[in-house]
């Protein structure tokens, strides 16, 4: 081996770490993980030149690097910044970077249906996690929403064009995983809107990719729509043997019933890579076509390591953030560290429930006290 | 001092008969007695800024061009001039197209670009053909083409009409444009000096700029830094336009009065039917507003000049900027909400719709400002429109956000009492719809 590769090491919130050159501030965020990973709704890992419209990501850099320690004059996003050596970012220990933070969310919402209870991104959604955990409580927004018909492209996939929030996503993944692309945003500001060439259908092996990059319910499979709440559902692990695709998915299984498949997401939302390296995408015979769980080999259950509704009783491998946060953040407890029996009176440990006669009644609880 | 349009006014200067009779063409002669390091060089000694808007030095932003091996570079010009206000651009294309082709040759040799591109907005169409014929009789004469003079150098200049899009005056969004594809603005770095069309190292510069090459060219960098002060060289043309008398497109050296410009004869010629002169956006319609007494002198009590330095003076606080010299005067009677809720419904139809804030924020303060303006308006409007232009300022993709914040802030920041009679007299607002006229009065009565 010759010489060792030059690692950039950069401070994220007080946080440092050490990545290699040509990293963006938020991957080298991710890799810590927790709290201080700006959150993203249009940039995809997987997808090349996605990423910088939605603006949610933006950070404080105050230093740019060892060699040039000014600090950047606007707040960037870091999602298309790459890191320097001896860089210093600032995330959530910035004011400037939560003002900002909330006031894209804010954004983001203005033409959002906030349809969420008939949604079925609901959920899993992006926007749904983003708007708990950086949005305000409310809207000052008094106007009509935008508002476009339903259009169904394609057999497959229903575009429900009032819930985007315009992150590209779909357009670079026709782009970039399969041959035509036949949709793009056509119009522009307020009123541009993803849509195919002249109602044309999308059709193509990989289209259903577009509805698991989607950050939002705007592109939603149509073979699931309204069959089932994604949190009733038992996802599993499962492969098939597939000659187009990698033929890894998730199964969303009740009872018996497959009732969709996914290709296999990590806890940023994004598609996990098949063994060869290459991101998993799967193909359309796998997803619409193989609802039988006899098509299947199943593997295990699915671990989610997304902090959404959907995997509640599915935790495992979360990341804790470090040790220093509590330090970083003036005392302040990150969501993730929090104890649910610190937040909600019911089920104290100090109460076994398997100890008590009867069903547990407030009751039980106030005796505790 | 006029350098740039001094001949406009020659019968049959359009044509290249009557130009090269007056003397045209000959900076391109000698500039190719020169290398095209020597150029650069000239021109950063005559402290040029980009007359665009941003007034970046032309010189230095030459000179970051990456100049790799076996790749193109190109020059383009920027002729997509849709900012409110400012028509200096259409003037200087109409009656002088030559100047501008001979900027563009001894730029492109300086710079080393073979295919040199002129980005026209679409609404230009006369313009258009103007500039067509002007290339080929440059064709024909020798000035374009093959081995240029015999000196090796090839270049031709292509006129590519946009579509109507403002945000395609943005340098990376018109790179967009000329390749064929959406004109959304590409995120920066990296920067069209290094990648910039079809990924080759590329300059985008202004009519303005590159015609002003001609002149330097002609008289040597140093003599043009003499003309103008401090770090404003050089002339520039202003389009005056508003409540005055003699609205059109002059050229200045940026040495006088904004108090000058307006009220002398040779300018604009004061304000018409006796009114006063009630506010200002002195570089066209993204820079801030200015009130009468902040435009005429600054928060220090000193005279406001025509130039980078003075116009600016005070930052945004108890400034503005040179922009794009895009020149509208008010008088008492127009209404400032009323010219607020014009500009911001302008950035809404223009926002390109790729990044969130400027997307959704624009077409929101648009709402509320329609609100304010029609007497629909509350008093909490005010401070949620000076959140929401904080909340766009600086956090977006291209400079549209920022300039679509800053008239609004600017607004707010001078005539918040204009947007508060507003609220609190909804049915007068609508019939006497002037604002108030006390922002005319003299610096002097204000702060006593």
């Given at each position: ?7 950039f090491k950069v401070t994220i919130d007080n946080i440092t770490i050490e990545v ?8 080298a965020?991710?890799?810590i ?53 001896g860089m210093v970012v ?232 470090h040790?220093t ?45 | ?448």
């Open positions: 081996m010759s010489e060792q590769k030059q690692l290699e050159p040509g990293t963006s501030i938020l991957l965020a991710r890799k993980g927790g709290d201080v990973t700006p959150p993203a709704m249009c940039f995809y890992s997987k997808l090349k030149g996605s990423g910088g419209k939605c603006r949610t990501c933006l950070v404080e850099v105050a230093a740019g690097s060892t060699a040039d320690p000014r600090p950047m004059p606007k707040l960037v996003a870091s999602c298309r910044t790459n890191v320097m050596d600032k995330s959530i220990t910035s004011e400037k970077v939560i003002e900002a933070r909330k006031g894209v969310v804010e954004f983001l919402l203005l033409n959002h249906p906030l349809d969420c209870p008939i949604c079925d991104q609901a959920g899993e959604c992006h926007l749904q996690d983003l708007s708990y955990e950086h949005g305000r409580e409310d809207t000052r927004y008094e106007f009509q929403r935008r508002l476009f018909e339903r259009e169904d492209i394609g057999p497959y996939i229903q575009l429900h064009m009032t819930r985007c929030i315009l992150c590209y996503r779909c357009t670079y993944i026709a782009d970039q995983i399969t041959d035509t692309r036949v949709h793009g945003i056509l119009d522009r500001g307020e009123h541009a809107q993803i849509s195919t060439y002249i109602s044309k259908a999308i059709d193509n092996d990989f289209s259903g990719n577009m509805i698991d990059v989607c950050p939002v319910g705007a592109l939603t499979d149509r073979t699931f729509r309204f069959k089932n709440r994604v949190w009733f559902l038992k996802p599993v692990d499962a492969h098939r043997d597939c000659d187009k695709c990698c033929g890894r998915v998730t199964l969303w299984n009740r009872g018996n019933d497959v009732f969709r498949v996914t290709a296999r997401k990590d806890e940023w939302g994004e598609v996990e890579d098949a063994p060869d390296g290459k991101p998993g995408w799967i193909c359309n015979t796998c997803r619409f076509d193989k609802k039988k769980t006899s098509d299947w080999i199943i593997e295990g259950p699915r671990k989610i390591k997304r902090h959404s509704v959907i995997s509640a009783g599915h935790y495992e491998g979360v990341k804790r953030p040790e946060i509590a330090n970083v953040m003036g005392g302040r407890q990150p969501k993730l560290l929090m104890d649910i029996h610190s937040v909600s009176e019911v089920n104290k440990p100090s109460v076994h429930l398997n100890a008590i006669e009867g069903p547990a009644t407030g009751e039980v609880f106030e005796k505790e006290k | 001092m006029k350098l740039l349009i001094d001949k406009a006014n020659i019968e049959g200067i359009r044509f290249y008969k009557a130009y090269r009779e007056n003397g045209g063409y000959a900076s391109v002669e000698k500039a190719f007695k020169m290398s095209p390091a020597d150029i650069v060089e000239e021109i950063k000694k005559s402290g040029l800024r980009g007359r665009g808007g941003a007034g970046f030095p032309t010189g230095m932003k030459w000179s970051f061009l990456a100049k790799p091996e076996g790749v193109p570079r190109y020059l383009v010009c920027n002729a997509d001039e849709s900012e409110p206000g400012t028509f200096k651009d259409r003037y200087l294309m109409e009656f002088l197209p030559h100047l501008l082709i001979e900027g563009l040759i001894v730029s492109s040799f300086a710079l080393g670009s073979n295919r040199t591109y002129i980005y026209i907005r679409g609404e230009y169409a006369w313009i258009t053909d103007i500039l067509e014929h002007a290339i080929a009789e440059a064709n024909d004469n020798g000035w374009l083409g093959k081995n240029i003079l015999g000196t090796g150098f090839d270049c031709q200049i292509y006129v590519q009409r946009g579509a109507g899009a403002y945000i395609c005056g943005e340098e990376t969004a018109l790179i967009e444009s000329l390749e064929g594809k959406r004109g959304n603005p590409r995120i920066k770095p990296p920067f069209p000096a290094i990648k910039g069309l079809w990924d080759s190292p590329t300059v985008v510069n202004n009519v303005e700029t590159l015609a002003a090459v001609v002149p330097i060219i002609n008289m040597g960098g140093m003599e043009y830094a003499k003309i103008g002060m401090g770090k404003s060289t050089g002339t520039k043309l202003i389009s005056a336009c508003g409540n005055i008398n003699k609205p059109g497109v002059y050229e200045i050296d940026m040495t006088i009065s904004v108090e000058e410009f307006i009220y002398s004869d040779e300018y604009c010629g004061g304000i018409p039917n006796g009114k006063r002169l009630k506010a200002c956006i002195p570089g066209g319609s993204s820079v801030p507003i200015l009130p009468a007494n902040l435009l005429l002198k600054t928060a220090k009590g000193e005279t406001r000049l025509m130039n980078y330095e003075s116009l600016s003076d005070g930052g945004f606080a108890t400034g503005s900027m040179m922009g794009s010299g895009g020149f509208i005067v008010l008088d008492e009677d127009q209404c400032i909400v009323r010219h607020t809720l014009t500009l911001a419904r302008f950035y809404h139809h223009e926002s390109c719709g790729q990044c969130s804030p400027c997307r959704e924020g624009t077409g929101w303060m648009k709402r509320v400002l329609y609100n304010l303006e029609y007497g629909k308006g509350k008093l909490s409007d005010i401070d949620l429109l000076w959140d929401i232009q904080r909340k766009i300022e600086g956090n977006t993709i291209c400079p549209l956000g920022d300039a679509a914040a800053w008239p609004v802030a600017a607004a707010i920041r001078h005539f918040r009492d204009e947007f508060e009679w507003h609220v609190l007299n909804p049915e007068e607002s609508q019939v006497r719809n002037f604002g108030l006229a006390h922002y005319a009065d003299q610096l002097e009565t204000l702060t006593a």
